[in-house]
């Protein structure tokens, strides 16, 4: 289960709307940490798909829950979006991320 400084995610609100916060056995202040925890055996967790999809140690038990879904955003200052450098990154990670939605949005899944 994430810990406080986690207390943001709608994952936490998510768990803890149906009480299973007060099942878990291990609180982390890392997505990281929930991982290795899960992969060791610890127990359960709820991951993020790019995260969690990429381990072949873990092990998918539902699909992913829709409730939980959020939107990737990468930001700049206004007046930056106008500067060339700025722009042709901003272009670039946009075309570098775009092939990856599958696996953000859970649909590359393992079987």
Same mark, same amino acid.
């Given at each position: ?18 009480? &299973?916060?007060?099942?878990?056995? =291990?609180? %982390?202040?890392?997505? /990281? $940490?929930?991982?290795?925890?899960? *992969? ?27 409730? &939980?879904?959020?939107?990737?955003? =990468?930001? %700049?200052?206004?007046? /930056? $979006?106008?500067?060339?450098?700025? *722009? ?24």
């Amino acid at each position: 289960m994430p810990d406080d400084s986690l207390s943001h995610l709608a994952s936490v609100r998510w768990l803890e709307a149906r009480h &299973l916060d007060r099942r878990a056995v =291990l609180r %982390a202040d890392s997505l /990281l $940490t929930l991982a290795m925890a899960a *992969r060791s055996g610890i127990g359960m967790a709820i991951l993020p798909c790019y995260l969690a999809d990429a381990d072949p140690a873990l092990v998918r038990v539902g699909a992913p829950i829709d409730e &939980l879904a959020g939107d990737l955003w =990468l930001l %700049a200052h206004p007046e /930056l $979006t106008k500067v060339t450098r700025i *722009r042709t990154f901003m272009d670039s990670m946009y075309e570098q991320i775009l092939p990856l939605r599958p696996l953000f949005e859970g649909h590359e899944g393992r079987k």
